[in-house]
């Protein structure tokens, strides 16, 4: 049932929220698609996408078409069905005027002339400015620029700026609109004689004049267009298209756009994250392995000479140390989202090591992770329902109710609110109305059903039984030192999680927000699996401390001991904002931090749910090996 329902969930995602992008692919795609083969004179479409800010002054993409800008439009402008996670993110594909046949070179081709007024004229300069950047695709494969490695860096600018040359920018710069650009096409041929699209490279220009005298080169020449004057300016369109034949195979297109030239940084990432384990793994076999196996066998053998001991240490809370905490309901309704999230992520991971994350097909990691976190909702039911019985707890259908509705539900209000701030800045980013539809299909249809299969079979199973029982009068937890402070441990406990993956984390966020192509899912990966175990160490380590000192209250502890990693992913998030981003308005910010709210929030219930599954078996293994009367 849970099998047929996450196929369900995976039809309906491609159904409500379109289909991906029929786009070419090479050797990361997913297997069985063939290349695009074009014959001498064949039609190329030339797409273009919404337009972003490279240089991080603003976070709002617009759509290319949005009216102040005055580009050139086909005369039918179509839209290209896009996959959910590139909806979400922002793409708005259309079709363009650009007239391009395989290996026909053109030159001075006018696309259209525009005029644009004074107010439109100040809006696209703000834009010149900001360093928002055109993005184009052809065959699949995105219009670029070649850095001084020979990298192809995807976009290439709206325009540009008077300083350019300068190493302190100008705050009176002047912007100059990019009006012409030379289109160069890198292609394969087959033995067959086809011919298969490898690279696209694009410049843009800025020219007043138009020069056919010289075939429209402007390369070498001073900006000249600028937006200026009450009556509003003429802006006349041009391109050129240059075909150039490549040895690069079809397979290998995409080395070019993903040559990794900071590996020794991924590296070290990992080395400090395996640093951080070894010192925790370390910790755990001197202090816990030795001092708890002499601990039960002292105990043990007590017992075992005159019937009977004086406890001492962690033995002295065995009554109390299974007994249901405060907030029960919250708990166990945290750690089945905890666990729903912690599947998602494991499984989508497993995914794109194994190379069915094509760099072509914009949004696929993020539809695909909302695919499996509507499919693992079941998993939150019966995780949440198994805990929620251990401890005792009564009101099962609330517990249902929260499971499937407090997470999620938080998530999408914060979405609905921030697309309304996207909506009053005008931005693509703003997600439609059908988008908003899909998503709530997708939680009512597929995620609580499953949220309730998964609770169903979770309530009956029995109850998880503990090694000792618990009295029915709590025990005095004495007077703790500063350390052991709930607050206080979990903020030390959770210095060490994050510092394993801090590094691969700056890298996640240029992603994200800088809109840089991110693929060493292997490096992430094992990341990952150090981030679990660090979890796990940290967690463990900070509870047979608090057991120690005769506190048994490890249950919520443990819980926040690993999760306050992600209060400190928010304030590296903080720190991100401030040093990396150069944000000059309102709505981005607000766009920023809620994100990275969000996610910090949902990192806490991962890693939070780690540390209480550890802490679970660990506590449950030690007192089942020791000898109560």
Known sequence: MLRSSCRAAALLAAVLAFSASPAAVDAYYLPGVAPTD???????R?????????????????????GKFHFCEPDTKEKQLESLGSILFGDRLYNSPFKI???????????????????????????????????????????????DDGIYEEGFGLGSRSDEEEEVP?????????????????????KEGFNRIVGVLVSGYSTKIFDSSSNCNYAGKDPSLELKGDDGTDVTWTYNVFWTRSQIAWGTRWDKYLKMTNSQ???????????????????????????????????????????????????????????????????????????QLFMMIGVTLVFAVLGFLSPSSRGSLVTMTLVFYVCFAGFAGYTASRVYKMLQGEYWRQNLVLTATLVPGTIFIIFVILNFFLIGAQSSAAIPFGTLFALIALWFLISIPLCVIGAYLGFKQPAIEFPVKTNQIPRQVPT?????NPYISALIGGILPFGAIFIELWFIMNSIW????????????????????TCAEVAVLMCYFHLCAEDWRWQWRSFMTAG??????????IVYYVKRLQVDNVPSAILYFGWSLVFSFLFFIATGFVGYVSCLLFVRKIFSSIKVD
């Open 564 to 573: 306050a990693s992600g209060f400190y992913v928010f304030l590296y998030s």
């Open 480 to 484: 703790q030192p500063l350390y052991l």
């Open 265 to 339: 940084i991924h590296w070290f990432s990992i080395v400090n994250s395996i640093v951080i384990v070894l010192l925790l793994t370390g910790m755990i076999a001197m202090i816990l392995l030795r001092a708890l196996h002499k601990d039960i066998l002292r105990y043990n053998a007590l017992i075992d000479e005159d019937g009977g001991q004086e406890d001492f240490g962690w033995k002295l809370v065995h009554a109390d140390v299974f007994r249901p905490p405060p907030h029960r309901m919250l708990l166990s309704v945290l750690l089945g989202n905890g666990a």
């Open 101 to 147: 046949n395989v290996l026909q070179n053109t030159t001075c081709a006018k696309l259209c002339t525009t005029k644009i007024p004074k107010d439109d004229a100040a809006f696209v300069n703000a834009r010149i400015l900001e360093g928002y950047y055109h993005s184009w695709f052809i065959d699949g494969l995105p219009a670029a620029q070649v850095d």
């Open 514 to 533: 800088l809109h840089r192509i991110y693929y060493v899912f292997g490096f992430l990966f094992l990341v990952f699996f150090i981030l679990i175990v």
């Open 170 to 190: 100008d705050p009176n710069a002047i912007p100059y609109l990019n009006n012409h650009f030379d289109i160069q096409i890198e292609y394969y041929q087959t």
């Open 38 to 44: 074009y014959a001498l004179g064949d039609p190329v």
């Open 46 to 66: 030339l797409q273009v996408n919404a337009l972003t800010s490279i240089d991080s002054k603003s976070l709002l993409p617009y759509d290319y078409y949005y």
